[in-house]
Structure formats: C-alpha cells, structure tokens
C-alpha cells in the first residue's frame, strides 16, 4: 500500500534551519502532488503548501512565504520541506502527506517531530 | 482567504448518541470539503470527502452533508473507538485550510 516515510526527529536551534524528507513508495511519485501539514503541540493542523513533483508547480501558504522551500527528487521519490530562521513556536510535529485528484489527504506520512530550543 | 470554524470545539457524549458536528466556511466552497478524524497520538485519516462520499472503509454511521457554507458531519451512534478530534478542510483552492477542530470524547 501507498507509504510515507519521514526522516527522523529534529532539534535545532532558534535561527536555524531544518529539512525534513518524505520517501514515497507503492505508487507512481510524480502522478500526485505531496501536501506538508504541521501540528504544534495539543494543537490543530495547519496546511503549509503543496508541490508537484511532476512539474516543481507550488503553493506556499502566505505564513511561511519566504520561510519555506519545497523540492522533490523524482529519481528518489523524495519530497522535501526545508523551513529557515527557526522559532520557538515552529516546534511541531510536521507531517508531508499525498493529495489525490481533488487535493483530498488520502496518505499520511507517520511525521516528524522538530523541537525548536535554546 | 476563506476561514473555516468548527462547532463546537469540543463535546462529550454517551456510546449510542447521534453527535454533530458543524463546520462553516467564511465564503462558499461549493462541496469542496473533508472530514478528518485524529485519534489521539495518531496520523489523521479521511473519513469524507466532496462534503458528503464516505472514503473506502470509513464505517457507515460517519455521515456528511452540506454545501456552499455550511456543513455538518454526523455520526449517528456514537462508539468508544470514535474518540477523536474531527477536522474539516477546504480543498476547493488554495490555501487548503483546516478547521480548529472538534475534540470528541465519551461521557
């Protein structure tokens, strides 16, 4: 079945950056685009963007313009969310996730945890 | 950009009951919207999608309606499993916002 599997848990430092992949399996990579979802602690979802790995196409959410960079690598079926200038408030549990036609969450990553402390 | 809020943020209520949850989009979205469920330390999963079509395997007392603005999710007897925070999310463009949630426990 469709899997995402997301590197490991983070710790940085304020005024870091962090990169966080998302390796896809049991499906064609370039036929769907990758969502990144996060969820500060005993808090809601929060949408943060979305790419196509099969054209680079994307859509930053207006709160992280100029803070976050989506890529993918189709020869890895690797998506990838790097998030700079780290603040305490971005701790969270960040999660990349498949749309399917429709722009639907049909797939979840298992997340990745990214405590930001001093 | 289009705000989604839930109703109400949290409830409690008995195994058998009928519960309902409300969701309210600020500009209409046509029926471009899901319902997620996150059980507590899990991933989400999708329980409805385009307002009203139950997702594959979701059990069949998960009901949704609505269109437009206004959109309810029903579950209509309520099981110890179905503890739970519901989400809605717009999907009609973007930004794909989600609701605040609706935290569901059993009384």
């Known amino acids: 079945q469709v899997q995402l599997e997301q590197s490991g848990v983070e710790v940085k430092r304020p005024g870091a950056s962090v990169k966080v992949s998302c390796k896809a399996s049991?499906?064609?990579?370039?036929?769907?685009?990758i969502t990144w979802v996060r969820q500060a602690p005993g808090q809601g979802l929060e949408w943060m963007g979305w790419?196509?790995?099969?054209?680079?196409?994307?859509n930053y959410s207006q709160n992280f313009q100029g803070r976050v960079t989506m890529t993918t690598d189709t020869s890895a079926s690797t998506a990838y969310m790097e998030l700079r200038s780290l603040k305490s408030d971005d701790t969270a549990m960040y999660y990349c996730?498949?749309?399917?036609?429709?722009?639907?969450?049909?797939?979840w990553g298992q997340g990745t945890l990214v405590t930001v402390s001093s | 950009d289009v705000q989604m809020t839930q109703s109400p943020s949290s409830l409690s209520a008995s195994v058998g009951d009928r519960v309902t949850i409300t969701c309210r989009a600020s500009?209409?979205?046509?029926?471009?919207l899901a319902w997620y469920q996150q059980k507590p330390g899990k991933v989400p999963t999708v329980l409805i999608y385009?307002?009203?079509t139950l997702q594959s395997g979701v059990p069949s007392r998960f009901s949704g309606s609505g269109s437009g603005t206004d959109f309810t999710l029903t579950i209509s007897s309520l099981q110890p499993e179905d503890v739970a925070t519901y989400y809605c999310?717009?999907?009609?463009?973007?930004?794909?916002?989600f609701g605040p949630g609706t935290k569901v426990d059993i009384k």
């Open positions: 790419i196509s790995p099969y054209n680079g196409h994307i």
């Open positions: 500009q209409g979205i046509s029926n471009y």
């Open positions: 999310q717009k999907y009609n463009s973007a930004p794909l916002t």
């Open positions: 385009d307002a009203s």
């Open positions: 049991a499906y064609t990579f370039t036929n769907y685009f």
């Open positions: 996730a498949r749309l399917r036609n429709g722009w639907v969450i049909d797939s």
